[in-house]
Each structure stands twice: as structure tokens, then as C-alpha cells.
């Protein structure tokens, strides 16, 4: 048998249902990995490996009588440190709350325990989930960026330090990591896992979801916490009616990325897949714009506090974006939403006759150095359009890291996005 | 001069600026207030004189030095007791959490403060802002509900404890106490204030919006926080164009509202005002259902924690509400939301060529005894709709309280509602 750490959530759940695994040998199992690990990945903000230990002897306690809780019943799970969690601290990448210890838990994380999902540990975001790098590094290659700013959680994941974690997006925060990491990332429709419990940035872009190992392990958290029935992965599905869509920003696209994405129609083609391009309409490209006066406008008042009495303590990154987003009247604020609301019934006639919109997860591979998380351009869109999206790695760049692809349908097809995802990626990796 | 705290917000300012009124004397007259009458209207959750005494000193003496910080400078404020204060205890109405004391203020009491507003304490909360009754009793008859949840916030305001305060709606928590109190209710468009470090409901209904004794006191403070160029309302503004909506439930409308209401068309088109019915079409009638099924399902999630960790402490009401609103899919759930998309494109439609819609701001008076905070029918629909609406008191009921109505412009046009609700309110109060 592998190593525990390094089996799926899938895997895992079999195996525990089999009677070779518990609970408590995979939380040893990630916390050994982590140990021998993480003083160079430095994925983890806090860990109590008693108290992880502890909720997976009970889980194996309520298995022996009969009692599972439900689809994540044994599994450990890292929690992004801008979720609130009562039993370990919460820092939301900053400085500013320094040993804070909320007073609940986020409404999440008691949605992965109630089905039987065990805390692991809370892992590193940047500052206040925004663009200042955190600490950690890319496992696969130490001197590259994990991408962020679910960067602990997708390098946590990536690293077989735990199998699932969750992740949220604003701008790019969850597709990016999982793209520079190889994990698969599931972003749902808008506002399916509550959002109760985490640092708020820009309400109207705020969105939670998952990291697995791949889309079968994402897809059964995420419909363990959202309450949907996961497809099926074992019989292979139907090819999609897929739409390639190379997105306003398709300039900023690296060769290697454009290179790969530019051979990808044919192979999806051989295998059965009806492919087409997606032309939408030149007005689309308003939601760049857009959505980043949203993004703006909306988390300079989110963080308000923050920058009102803790300007000091912010990076000059985030300090600066906060104080000049005051520039947006509200006027361009509302103007700006109306724009987002013509955008998205623009996507959803330009879906109309395809299952499932394919599209870069990032300009290409995870950036060399530490200090640049990766461009937002390929993401933000999508977070604003409130559409679920799947990053699946698909490809290897020329310094040997993963680059991906996102797979997109329409709000609330979370289903078929995940459906259409395993299978261009079963596809393209062979 | 009049006693310094039953002055309007606008009054006050303007006393202020002429030098007859200091901040310090303003906010020592309101603890008085509170003094001589809270131990039987029990609107205040947490007061701390001293603090509040500080602050208003310290807005006078930044007034001495001509700086000035905003539009509410030396103004008293109420928040409610589900809003975050870092200088004061927030219990959300529960004995969850009491004695909490969040780690920052929430963003709404921090604009508040950046404009020069001075915190004066936390006002009573129902339970989680839900339908379970606090102990607030409604200042003009204390034998009366002074409405819910919102209810220490409208109770202080009408009974010049404080000019100002915050009050929040996920179903009619904000209009309904404006209503039984008699005071001005403003609900801005949806996601105007920024409910950073608010209790979350249901995220797609939760708006944060203000009290104040007349419109305009009201408009100053939400201008202030929204960032609007506030209309004057010192000259008479044109007639509006307005359009009567019964709304789906008008039988559950008492027959002195319905008196009222019908009474009112001549008496604002003697005015000079356009005035016709509002027919939007039936199929609007399925956002009482829809939007149940969004408060149900989104609030069960928000409320994971207590559910899960602290279900004897709720009421059998809400205890009860979380583990019913199990019963809802995710399928009905999208389905719900669908159906609140075709009804806010009817609304927007229906709403063409006239300035507002008029409808009660209640099903009628506020009914006697503490138990019933009244019915949410008049309400949520709107708060689900995301239109600003504006409660203003007009008639007097049958036992002498203050009954009213709503006035209802599109999404993004509050300025026009508070216009009109401004005019309305002068012509049928004469």
C-alpha cells in the first residue's frame, strides 16, 4: 500500500471503508509528511497535531460503532487562514491579527465536519488573501511561487501533506495556486459554500471552494459541503461540447502556454469531443474593467478597519491599493455592476448549445522568485461572473511545471463543469 | 432651545456648526435620555458613557481646530448588537455569545466614525436578528412590540435616546421596527453599506441601512456612509410620479391599513403628484415563495456553528426555522433564485415611467404584547428584490401608534426614494 498521505480522498475513503486505513494513521501520515516537509514548503500557519489526532481517533471511534458522519467521515482537511476556526488561531495573513482566536468556527468549517471531515490545520494565505506574497514556495520547484492567495492550502494539497483544503477567490485566489501547483481547484457557482466566518474582501466576488489531489477528490468534498450528488467517475462519460474561449486578455498569454492551448483542440477532437471557438461579443470585454473597479471599490470598504488604524502594519502593496481605490464614485461603482449584469446574460447565450467553456488557468507556468503571485488577468472574470470553474493541470511548461486549463459552464451546472473537467483532463494527459 | 436630544440629525449639525451645541453636551443629553427612560424601553444593549463621552470631546476639539471629519461629525450613533464593535460587547441577541468582544470594529461603524460619527452604544437585537422577540418595548405604548429585529436601534431613535442608528434586514428587520416606532427607515440598495464584520443571515438578502427621526436625518447619515451627494430638502422638490402596489399579501393588510391606503391616492394627486396602479404581472407573486426558500436555506448555512454546537441555547423559534430549513435541495434552491432574476427584470419593467412605488410599510399597527414582533409579509420581497426602500410614518392606527409606508424606487436610485419619501411624508402629514 502507498504511503497514506500520498492516497486521494477517494482512495482514502475506500481504504477506511475497508477496514485498511484509519483516520487517525492518515492525520500521522500528513503530519509526519508535513514535518519532514514543511520547513522548507512552509504551507502551514497553524497546526495542533494533538487536537487533529484526537478528532480522528473519534471519527474511527463513531466507524467501529457504526456511526459515520458522512462523505468526508475520517479525512483531514487544511483550512485557508483567513477562515475563522475556534480550536486554532486565525491571522489572516497579517500581522495586524497576531494570535487572534475567533470565538466560532466559519460556517464551513462546520459544514466539513458535520460530515465527518477532521481539521488538519490552517495554512498560509497572503496578507488579508490579497496580492503580498506569504512565505510559501511552489513544491515543486522551491525557488518558484505557489501562486496566491490560497497558496498553503494548493502547496499543502500539491505536497501530499493533506488531501483536501479549501480555498477562496476574489480575483484569482483559487484557480492561480491550484494552476502553479498542478491540484485541481473547484471555484462553485457564486455563494455555494457559505461564506460565514471569513475575512469578507468584495462581497459581489467573494467565493469559496476546494482543493483536491484531482477533480473526483474535489468533487466529493465539495458536494459533501454543498449538498449536491457528485457524478460519477468510474464509467468514462460522454465527450463534452466543449468552447474554447481565449478571453479578452489573450496577449498576456506565454508562448508556452499559447503553444500548448493552440494543440489542444485536435486531441479533444480525436477523442470525441465536439469543439468549437467561442465568439462573444466585443462588449464582453467591459468586464475587465469592470470587475476590477468592483474588486476595488468593494474591498477598500471591507477593509475598512484595517486601513483606517492599521495602515502601518499593511504592505505598501495592499495599503496603496486600498487608499487609491477611493478614486471610484459610487456612480462608476453601479455603472460598473450594470456592466457585470449585461456581461453575464452575454455568457450565458454565448453557452447556450455547449456543456462547457475551456480557457487558460494562468498566463502560463508558476513565475521564478517569490515575490510575484501571477498575473489575475485569466481569473477575475469568472470569479465576477459568478460561474463555476474547474483548474485542472493539463500540461507541463518548459521549466517542467504544471501549467492547467479552466473548465467553465453556467451558473449552477457545477456538475457538468466537474463532469467535463475529469474528462479533458483523462484526455489530455493520456 | 429645545432639549439637545430630541434634535434631528440635521438640527444637530447645524447647531453644532453655529457653536450653540457641543458634541459632549449633545451625547450627555442622549445619556440622560437613556437614563431616565431604558429601564422601561430597554433599547440599549451596551453602553459605556465615559467612552462615548470621550469621543464626543475629542470631535469638539478637532471642531476647535477646524477639522472637521465628515458629515456626521459629533453625531451619536446606535449599532446594533449584531455590528461589530471592538470597543464595546456584541452579542448578536444570544447568550451564545455572551461577553464577546470582537477583535475590530465592523466596516459600517468604521465609515461612521471616519465621517465624525461617535459611537454611543450597542443597541437590542432579537435573537440573531431573527423572529424571536428581545426585550425591547415600543416607546409610544410599552405594552407594544416595537417590531423586530432591529428593535433597540428604532425604539432609541424614536424615543430621542439617539438621533441616529444602524439597522439591518435579511426579511424585514429594518422596516417593520421603523414602522411600530415611527421613525425613518432607510434600506439603500442591496450591498450599499458594506456589513464587513456583521452577522451573517443570508447573504443574499442581509442589507445594512440606518434610522433616523425624519428623511432627511436619515439620508445625511446613509449619504455619508455610501458615499452620495445627499438631495436638499430645503427647497419643495417636484411632485413624483408614483405607482400604488397592494403587493401578493394585501389580505393580510388590517382593515385600518387598508383604509389608510386607500384614502391616500387622492390626497397626493391633490398635491399634484401622477399617481396609478402598479399591475405587475401575476407571476411576480412567486417571489413570497422564492424568497422564503433563499432566506431558509442560506440562513441554516450561515448558522451552521450555533446550530450545530449550540442548538439548546436557541429558541424553539429559530432552533426550529434551521433544522426545518434542512428540507430544501440545492435544486430548489437555484430554482428560487432563477425565479428572483425574472422577478427583479419584472420589477425593473413594471417600474418604467413612474419615480416610485408606495406600498405599506406593515400589515398595520404595532400589535400588543412582546411575543409577536410582526409580520414579515410587506417585506421581504423587497429586501430580496435589492431596491432601496424608504419607511416613512404617515397615518395614525386605531390605538394611536404610527402605522406607514414603504416608498420603492429601482435598484441604484435612492436618492429618488428618499425625495419622494420625503414629499410624500409632507403632504399626508400636512
Known sequence: MKDPNTLGAVEAVRAMAAGTLTSE??????????????????????????????????????????????????????????????????????????????????????????????VLGKTVSTELANRHPAITRNPHNLAHTPGGSSSGSAAAVADHMVPLAFATQTGGSLVRPA??????????????????????????????GVYGRDVPDASLFAAA??????????????????????????????????????AM??????????VQELALPPAMDAIIDASNIVNDYETRRSLAYER???????????????????????????????TVADCRRMLEDGLRGVDVLVTPSAEGEAPRGLENVGKTAFHQMWTMLHVPSVAVPVFTGPSGLPMGVQVIAARGQDVRALQAAHWIQQVLRG
Not at 471555484?187 to 469559496?208: E, Q
Not at 454543498?226 to 479578452?248: E, K, Q, W
Not at 483542440?265 to 465536439?274: C, D, Q, T
Request: proline letters at 9%; one cysteine or more.
Open 25 to 118: 494513521r492518515l492525520v500521522l501520515a500528513c503530519l509526519e509528511r508535513i514535518h519532514a516537509r514543511d520547513p522548507e514548503v512552509l504551507a502551514w500557519a497553524h497546526l495542533d497535531p494533538a487536537l487533529a489526532l484526537s478528532e480522528a481517533r473519534e471519527r474511527d471511534r463513531e466507524r467501529s460503532e457504526g456511526r459515520l458522519r458522512g462523505a468526508l467521515h475520517g479525512l483531514p482537511i487544511g483550512v485557508k487562514d483567513i477562515i475563522d476556526t475556534a480550536t486554532l488561531p486565525t491571522e489572516y495573513g497579517t500581522p495586524i491579527y497576531r494570535g487572534h482566536r475567533p470565538v466560532a468556527d466559519a460556517a464551513c468549517v462546520v459544514a466539513a465536519r458535520e460530515q465527518g471531515g477532521v
Open 265 to 274: 483542440p485536435s486531441r479533444l477532437s480525436a477523442a470525441g469531443a465536439a
Open 179 to 208: 494552476a502553479y501547483c498542478g491540484v485541481a481547484g473547484f471555484k462553485p457557482t457564486y455563494n455555494s459554500i457559505n461564506g460565514a466566518g471569513i475575512k469578507l474582501l468584495a462581497p459581489s466576488l467573494d467565493t469559496v
Open 308 to 338: 483606517v488604524y492599521h495602515l502601518p502594519q499593511l504592505s505598501p502593496t495592499l495599503g496603496g491599493k486600498l487608499v487609491q481605490a477611493g478614486r471610484w464614485t459610487r456612480d462608476q461603482y453601479l455603472e460598473a455592476l450594470r
Open 225 to 262: 459541503l454543498i449538498g449536491f450528488v457528485p457524478p460519477s467517475f468510474d464509467r468514462p462519460a460522454a465527450p463534452p461540447r466543449i468552447a474554447l474561449y481565449r478571453t479578452p486578455q489573450w496577449s498576456l498569454a506565454e508562448p508556452s502556454m499559447v503553444e500548448a492551448f493552440e
